[in-house]
């Protein structure tokens, strides 16, 4: 499972960027591209300012354990929102998840997991169930067994 190439995150971005409004799962990528790479994303009229960003750029070097370690890092903090019912920040956490699992190289399992997301329900509980089972992480201990829709109901 290699880690994608500086082209494939940037091919990735500009396919996934259509059907992610907000960013969230797109802006992932963001880090793992060199400044140029970024700056091809930039429209034309914003260019001038965002190469005054130029030394203060810090691309960082995508290696498939320390995206596993982001992953695991962040699995409880999306367990929380998941269970406290928090429906931006849980759906947030599946759409970082897709994007981190495919910058791991897994990208068969990201697939899995946005397919799911096309059937979202239940804060994602159901997804942060494949993505810790996938990565040893013992979901067990931060899953408060409820399955709701919204905060109403029981």
């Not at 367990?79 to 970082?96: E, F, L, M, T, V």
Request: charged share 35%; hydrophobic share 35%.
């Amino acid at each position: 499972m290699p880690v994608p190439t500086e082209q494939e995150i940037l091919k990735r971005f500009k396919e996934r960027k259509p059907n992610d409004p907000f960013g969230f799962e797109v802006n992932e990528y963001l880090d793992y591209l060199s400044f140029d790479s970024a700056m091809s994303l930039v429209p034309d009229d914003k260019r001038a300012e965002a190469e005054k960003d130029r030394n203060n750029w810090k691309q960082r070097t995508l290696d498939r354990d320390a995206m596993v370690k982001v992953i695991l890092d962040y699995l409880p903090f999306a367990w929380d929102k998941a269970n406290d019912c928090r429906g931006i920040s849980a759906q947030r956490s599946i759409q970082h998840f897709i994007a981190w699992t495919w910058l791991a190289g897994d990208t068969e399992f990201s697939d899995e997991i946005d397919l799911d997301f096309q059937n979202y329900e239940h804060y994602g509980k159901e997804i942060l169930i494949k993505v810790s089972k996938r990565y040893g992480f013992d979901y067990g201990a931060h899953d408060n067994g409820s399955r709701v829709n919204s905060e109403d109901e029981e």
